[in-house]
């Protein structure tokens, strides 16, 4: 039974989507006990905008910013200071929502921080990178924000963050074909990001970052009790650092090619004298 509208929590539950009909509804519903539910889409031409509005969501649209400046801005525009954030393909499960009713009751802390548990190949992952996935998603706007990330974004804090009970479940419809076309977009503007910040890559780092990330996560966080699809998961993790880092070579030695094709113009009076 949804929550009547005196049970619903002051808070906003804030979405950022685009082309997100197929998956936003799961998320939207479970999202009822709050008393704002916040879309922020930029430019969809499937049915979001309208799903979203059979579910009681206010809607504004807002040209895309990038990952974490889209999500700040639907902070900023939220009407109330706390703040809960979904992605469209997650969903809140009723012991989450149990917990966030009686974080904000106590209002011990000014952030949360939640399990978030994936879904890949139809299995929930429980071991490895699928689960526990630590994440900042609830907290009180005047005490933290989105960085400014393209991707890989996070919340930015300085107050002392506690932990809620219940999962926030990621289960992403798309096929593997999307979903490593998603990945390749991500290692991009991760190694893009990386560049930018000054951070340089070597060959060895490109060799041993993937067999690192594999012992860490499928032996000794277990991701290896999740069969099949535990393996692909960590494998396509693997292989997302390697991009990473092999972009991020290739910026490099772009970089050097420019900087060599100015040095003989820089130099050419000294060397003409």
């Known amino acids: 039974m949804a929550p009547t509208p005196a049970e619903k929590l002051p808070i906003t539950v804030a979405i950022i989507a685009f082309d997100a009909g197929a998956q ?10 709050a008393d704002e539910i916040l879309v922020v889409d930029s430019g969809s031409t499937d049915d979001t905008l309208a799903v979203a509005a059979r579910h009681g969501a206010r809607v504004e649209t807002k040209e895309w910013l990038g990952f974490g400046r889209q999500k700040q801005h639907a902070v900023s525009i939220a009407r109330n200071d706390w703040v809960l954030c979904l992605d469209a393909d997650e969903r809140v499960s009723e012991r989450l929502a149990g917990s966030i009713r009686a974080a904000l009751q106590g209002r011990r802390y000014h952030a949360y921080r939640m399990a978030r548990r994936n879904r890949f190949l139809g299995r929930w992952l429980g071991h490895g990178e699928g689960y526990p996935d630590w994440t900042v998603r609830l907290f009180h706007r005047a005490h933290a924000s989105w960085s400014n990330d393209d991707v890989h974004e996070a919340v930015l804090t300085t107050a002392e963050v506690g932990r809620l009970e219940g999962d926030l ?16 977009r991500y290692t991009t503007l991760h190694a893009e990001a990386l560049f930018n910040q000054g951070v340089r890559a070597s060959y060895w780092r490109l060799l041993a970052s993937p067999f690192v990330r594999f012992v860490k996560f499928y032996i000794l966080r277990m991701g290896f009790l999740d069969g099949g699809p535990g393996f692909a998961h960590i494998a396509i993790g693997c292989n997302n650092t390697f991009q990473k880092y092999l972009k991020l070579i290739e910026l490099q030695k772009a970089d ?7 040095s003989p113009q820089a130099g050419g009076g000294k060397g003409a004298a």
């Open 169 to 184: 479940l990621h289960d992403s419809a798309e096929d593997v074909a999307t979903y490593m076309t998603k990945q390749n």
């Open 256 to 262: 050097a090619t420019r900087g060599g094709e100015r």
């Open 24 to 33: 936003i509804g799961p998320c939207l519903a479970s999202a009822q006990f």
